[in-house]
């Protein structure tokens, strides 16, 4: 999961819902506001019975709530990626059942290839928008189901993750609301991906965890920073570009008073954005091998040599 900046298929996915949902919340705000003319501006609506403009209206409401939510998900989709599957939702099953009535011979092909652009076109857009994001792996984990969440960090870990039983079995939502806590540990905007993920790693070795450290040092290489430079930081080698900004997340990550100086030097050098978000992944990111320590699971984050 990467929740950095956006690059040009993240804009994509983001013009895909803002034209599914203009063009969802356009159409519902005509059915509101002239139902009537709609009927008659929709050439194949006419074919299906006389005008009724409350019933009109209701179908409105629903183009207007889609609109509304996928705009909302368009804001940030890699956040916000279950807006975009409930404000596509009904335009998918409503496309659904234009595919039905020309299976069922309900109504004509002709018909149907009419009124595609309109009830096939939006959510395809939407469900286009949705796979690319979950190809590219580009989704925030909240919303996975629990299982197949803990599985998937598991794997990632290469089964060192045992604490992830414990989460999915805690009542409460505890796996929802962790979830929720991720994307905390990876917020990145200003700072630049070497700095930011030489400060993730520091802290987390600091912490003396190595299947954490493995898994912070994956998230790096898949935000771009080069293998090589990634597997110094693990070796707590880190090339002189990045060595304040590794020592200041292993200051973090440590309590360590030093953390000031090096804080002040790349807040200098990168701008204060930028602390605040090395800060925020060193001071997060330790939680983790934190979690594992207080249900008993010491050993498995003992550090050891790790590679990329």
């Known amino acids: 999961m990467t ?44 074919t299906t019975g006389p005008p009724n403009a409350h019933f009109i209206r209701d179908i409105g409401l629903a183009y207007l709530g889609s609109g509304l939510i996928l705009l909302y998900a368009a804001v940030h989709p890699k956040l916000r990626w279950k807006a975009a599957l409930v404000g596509g939702l009904w335009l998918t099953l409503h496309g659904g059942l234009h595919v039905y009535e020309v299976a069922a011979g309900i109504c004509g092909p002709a018909t149907f290839w009419a009124d595609a652009p309109g009830v096939i076109g939006q959510p395809a857009l939407v469900l286009i ?12 984990p909240a919303g996975i189901p629990p299982r197949l969440f803990a599985r998937a960090v598991d794997q990632a870990t290469h089964g060192m993750s045992p604490h992830m039983a414990d989460l ?13 806590f991720m994307p905390v540990t990876l917020h990145r905007h200003a700072a630049p991906p070497p700095e930011f993920h030489a400060a993730r790693i520091g802290a987390t070795l600091a912490a003396d965890c190595g299947p954490c450290a493995l898994l912070a040092a994956e998230g790096a290489v898949a935000d ?20 304040d900004a ?3 997340g292993r200051a973090v990550g440590s309590h360590d008073p030093a953390a000031d100086a090096y804080g002040a030097g790349i807040e ?3 701008g ?16 983790y091998p934190a979690l594992k320590r207080g249900l008993g699971y010491a050993s498995a984050c003992a550090l050891h040599k790790l590679e990329v």
């Open 224 to 243: 771009g920073v080069d293998r090589s430079v990634v597997n110094r930081l693990l070796a707590g080698a880190p090339p002189s570009e990045l060595a």
């Open 129 to 140: 928008a949705l796979t690319i994001l979950v190809v590219r792996q580009r989704i925030a």
């Open 168 to 180: 999915v079995a805690a009542p409460g939502c505890a796996t929802e609301k962790y979830q929720h």
């Open 268 to 270: 200098s050098a990168l």
């Open 3 to 46: 929740l950095g900046k956006f690059d040009p298929l993240d804009r994509l996915v983001q013009l895909l819902l803002i034209v599914a949902g203009l063009s969802s919340l356009a159409n519902g705000l005509f059915m509101l506001v002239r139902p009537l003319e709609w009927y008659v501006f929709i050439p194949t609506v006419v």
């Open 246 to 248: 590794f020592a200041f």
């Open 272 to 287: 204060r954005p930028a602390r605040f978000e090395l800060a925020l992944t060193a001071a997060t990111v330790t939680a």
